[in-house]
Structure formats: structure tokens, C-alpha cells
């Protein structure tokens, strides 16, 4: 049973799609580590071992997926000039590496008051940056309405093929942890958790995987909760990769399959947890990327004695909003 309900087999990709897909990716990086840290199995109570997605050179898991979908659009859509996307900074230098490493041009659409340092590495690839809106669903309609108009490919924020994309960390970690009892993913808008489940499937393993969210950007809980979408009126967050107002429905339906539960964490708990992988690994984790250890600290007393898979998914955070939160500790 999970959250309630009967577990059937979902498929998202198989493994011969899933592996396909790392043939892709690795013509442009290699697999990232995953290591077992003592002062974080210390601290978390448990045997865990982290999944290092901020190793990627953008540092960030989203560029498997971008790496992906340009190598497919470009098989099935060979004179596409370009591609537009709305993004909160991740997946928009995913999109920029890809379409820069494939000759295209990318714009991105961002809301207001995004991410500083992200904006910045988005050009530094090579992409045309627009403001507009104040969070990621509203650039999203806007990056929509200029896709038409400006004769270029909207590239998704979810689909099967980013999803099959992402879905290579996850292999990768469990077959390299093959008995782990449960991997902690955070939820954007879902490639990344519904990889999980597509790489849980196609090995055949039993791991548990347990979608991990902000307190203030609950929608992907409330609606695991109630079974269907549910969007919040508000998604402001230090963790702006899981900074989303509105599920996407697709996403949803596997994450209903599949997932375990979903676990809300706050400001308090993920900044906390930033620092602990800081003062612990040395590795900077941004927001979301450190949820999914706020998620088992929280639940340190249900998790003892099983090994556990953090999915450190990024560490992409302004200088000085790092600084503010080292300092907090």
C-alpha cells in the first residue's frame, strides 16, 4: 500500500529507454558520486548515502533531462530554430547548455526577483533572459504566449522525455546502493521523483521513495493528500526549486502510484539542513537540494536503522542569501 492506496506498476520508462538516455548524457558529463558521509549518518541517526546532483556542470540534476529532449527535438524536429522555457534558474541552464551544445537559440522567461546568480549563469550560456511575473506559473503563461509569436519550440518544464532523461541519477545510485530502503526526492514539478520510480521499476527493487516538499509550496503534498490537483495561491520560498503553485497533472498521476509520501519541511528545517550539509560534506546544497535531508531528519525517529538515499539535487544559491543562512546557524 502507499499513502492508502494499492501500488500497481506505473510506467514511466523502461530500462532499455532509461539507459538509452545515459548514452545521451554522458557524451557531455559523466555519472555524479554518491558517497555515505559519516557526519550526516551521524546526524541523521541512520546509514545514508548522498546522491551528489550538484556535481553536474551546471550544478544541478535538470540538465540530464535538457540534454535529452534537444537531442530528441532535434531527431524528430531537425530545422526547430530555437526554444523558449520559463524557468526559476535550474532547468533554464539545462535548457541553455543543451540548446548552446546543439547550435540553437534559447530564450528564457523568469519571474521577478529570481535567483541573482542563476540569471547570470543562464546568459553566460548563451540565452536571452525575460523578466515577467512573480512566480514560475505566471513566466510559464508568459513563456507560452511568446513561443507562437516568436517561431520557437516551447520546451516543457515536465515530460515523459525529461523525465527519462533525469531518471539516469536514479539508476545510477541504485545500482550502486541496490538495498537501499528509501531515497528522499524533492518535488518541483516532477521528473525528477517520477525517475526515481521509473528507475525503481525498471530494476526490480522494493526501495520506497518519498517525495519531499516545502511548507510553503505545498502543493504537491495537498494533493498527494487529496488524490488529485490541489494548487496553493502562494509559493514563496528559500527552496526555489520547489517553488510551484500548480501540479502538473501527468506528474501527479505517477507520483500517486508510486510514491510513499510526501513530506513537508519549513524555512527553518531546509535552511538548517543547507547548513548541515556544509558543515558536514563541504558541499553546497541549495534549498531544494537540501530538503530531502531536512525530510529525514524530521523523521529521524521512523527512519533509524534503514539505509537511506539523499537526492542532493542541486546547489545553486546566491552568494549573499547563502551567507544569510550560514550565518543563521
Not at 104 to 111: D, E, F, G, I, T
Not at 229 to 242: E, H, I, L, R, W
Request: glycine share 10%.
Amino acid at each position: 500500500m502507499v499513502g492508502g492506496r494499492q501500488r500497481r506498476d506505473y510506467r514511466v520508462a523502461g530500462l532499455d529507454e532509461i539507459e538509452a538516455a545515459g548514452e545521451v548524457i554522458y557524451r557531455r558529463m559523466g555519472p555524479t558520486p554518491e558517497y555515505c558521509w559519516p557526519l550526516i549518518c551521524e546526524r541523521a541517526g541512520t546509514e545514508v548515502w548522498v546522491k551528489h546532483e550538484n556535481h553536474t556542470p551546471i550544478g544541478a540534476f535538470k540538465l540530464r533531462g535538457g540534454l535529452v529532449y534537444v537531442d530528441e527535438l532535434l531527431r524528430r524536429e531537425p530545422d526547430t530554430p530555437g526554444v523558449i522555457a520559463a524557468t526559476r534558474g535550474n532547468h533554464g541552464q539545462s535548457v541553455a547548455f543543451a540548446a548552446r551544445g546543439a547550435g540553437l537559440r534559447a530564450v528564457l522567461v523568469v519571474p521577478h526577483g529570481n535567483s541573482v546568480e542563476k540569471n547570470r549563469a543562464m546568459r553566460a550560456l548563451g540565452a536571452e533572459l525575460i523578466e515577467h511575473g512573480q512566480d514560475f506559473n505566471a513566466a510559464y503563461d508568459t513563456a507560452k504566449d511568446l513561443a507562437a509569436g516568436r517561431g520557437l519550440h516551447l520546451f516543457p518544464s515536465y515530460h515523459p522525455i525529461l523525465v527519462r532523461g533525469v531518471a539516469t541519477y536514479s539508476l545510477e545510485l541504485l545500482r550502486a546502493v541496490p538495498d537501499l530502503d528509501t531515497v528522499y526526492v524533492p518535488i518541483g514539478l516532477g521528473s525528477g521523483i517520477n525517475g526515481a520510480l521509473a528507475a525503481r521499476q525498471a530494476l526490480g527493487l522494493k526501495t520506497r521513495v518519498v517525495g519531499v516538499v516545502a511548507e510553503r509550496a505545498p502543493t504537491y503534498a495537498r494533493s498527494f493528500e487529496a488524490g488529485r490537483p490541489v494548487a496553493t495561491d502562494s509559493c514563496d520560498t528559500v527552496a526555489d526549486g520547489v517553488s510551484v503553485r500548480v501540479p502538473d497533472a501527468d506528474a501527479l498521476a505517477i507520483i500517486l502510484e508510486g510514491v510513499e509520501r510526501v513530506v513537508a519541511v519549513s524555512e527553518a528545517e531546509i535552511e538548517a539542513a543547507m547548513r548541515a550539509y556544509f558543515a558536514d560534506t563541504h558541499n553546497l546544497a541549495e534549498g531544494a537540494g537540501a530538503a530531502p535531508l531536512a525530510a529525514l531528519i524530521k523523521e529521524r525517529d521512523k527512519m533509524a536503522g534503514k539505509k537511506v538515499g539523499l537526492i542532493l539535487s542541486g546547489g545553486n544559491v546566491d552568494t549573499q542569501v547563502y551567507r544569510e543562512i550560514l550565518a543563521n546557524g
